[in-house]
């Protein structure tokens, strides 16, 4: 078999991203991101899909020409199925679908969280099978036993709020702009993370909870700006860094848990949380004390992007798992 080459799109939320990979090596990954949802302080369904039908001829024909590959060398077109927002995951779905079809090659069709978990495979090292991965996003937390490239199981997932929505809303809390996450991460790195105590929630086997840290920073930061209105500006920095100290110490706990029981010392985190330089660090350290093999994605494969849908494409396209022209997008798809 020649090495295919394979158009992938993104679109499950708000960046609009295609790339092209040929034989598992991708040659191109364009991302265009929609600044329109920040003067709303996060993401207007509606507003995003109508970006992603702006955006997607643009980026798949820049992403094409950075990959220096014409469409008719194309032997496939991917794109996510789902999870995510029914209207910006119809947009990459109908353009991918036309495409095809239009090219008479083959479809494939992707979940968003396993492209996460792949995103390992695109440059080295790579974790062996079978490894433990930390899926964390602002809409899903899990911890996920791969088994192979296209066999995963959830063994443990959040019972209420993602973690980076937990992330978010205490960036709106404290008044922080929109991304909320990542601004927490940056004034968190000059704070003190034991400076305030909040729950860390202990959930039955590997699960999680994040309603219960949101509550009690929401009452936290209530009482303490009755006795001093000045107290967030004051103190922000700290803040930060005890959250998010809370939050991580919360995914990690679960994570130690389930290598230990499973007995297995290849682990690695993704999804767009993974971009957070507490967690990231905290890793580090975790494999140090428990002697992990730990895998961390490139800072673009952390983010919602189509080089990660590329990837799982090819694992699927070696297999002979194909769609076809009546796949229609699932929000809620599951791992």
């Known amino acids: 078999m020649t090495e295919p080459t394979i158009l992938a799109i993104e679109s499950s939320c708000d960046e609009t991203a295609a790339a092209v990979i040929r034989g598992g090596r991708v040659l191109s990954n364009i991302i265009a991101t929609q600044a329109v949802h920040e003067q709303y302080g996060g993401v207007v369904p509606e507003l995003a899909s109508r970006a992603h039908q702006q955006n997607i001829i643009p980026v798949v024909t820049q992403a094409l020409i950075k ?36 090219l008479g090659i083959p479809l494939i069709e992707v979940n968003h969280m396993q492209a996460h978990i792949l995103a390992h495979f695109i440059d080295d090292p790579k974790p062996a099978f079978p490894f433990l991965c930390l899926t964390v996003s602002g809409g899903h937390t899990q911890v996920v036993l791969i088994k192979s490239h296209l066999e995963m199981e959830v063994i443990g997932q959040t019972t209420d709020d993602a973690v980076g929505e937990a992330f978010d809303k205490t960036a709106k809390m404290l008044g922080l702009p929109y ?157």
Not at 72 to 79: E, G, I, P, R
Request: proline share 5%; net charge positive.
């Open 67 to 102: 990959a220096n590959v014409t469409k008719s060398d194309l032997n496939a077109v991917a794109f996510t199925r789902g999870p995510g927002l029914l209207g910006a995951l119809l947009v990459g779905c109908t353009f991918a679908k036309s495409f095809a079809l239009g």
């Open 179 to 335: 991304p909320g996450g990542p601004m927490l991460d940056k004034a968190a790195a000059t704070g003190n993370p034991r400076a305030f105590d909040f729950p860390v929630s202990n959930m039955p086997g590997y699960d999680f909870s994040f309603s219960g840290i949101k509550t009690a920073v929401l009452y936290f930061l209530k009482n303490q700006t009755k006795q001093n209105p000045e107290f967030v500006q004051e103190h922000l920095a700290d803040i930060c860094a005890s959250v998010q100290y809370t939050l991580i110490q919360t995914l990690l706990r679960k994570l130690k848990q389930a290598s230990k029981d499973l007995g297995i010392k290849e682990v690695a985190i993704a999804g767009g949380v993974s971009a957070n330089s507490g967690l990231r660090q905290t890793l580090q350290e975790y494999a140090k004390k428990h002697n992990w093999n730990v895998y961390i994605p490139a800072f673009q494969y952390c983010t919602d992007n189509a080089g990660m849908i590329a990837i799982a494409a090819h694992y699927q396209y070696l297999a002979g798992d194909f769609s076809n022209q009546l796949a229609s997008p699932d929000p809620r798809m599951k791992i």
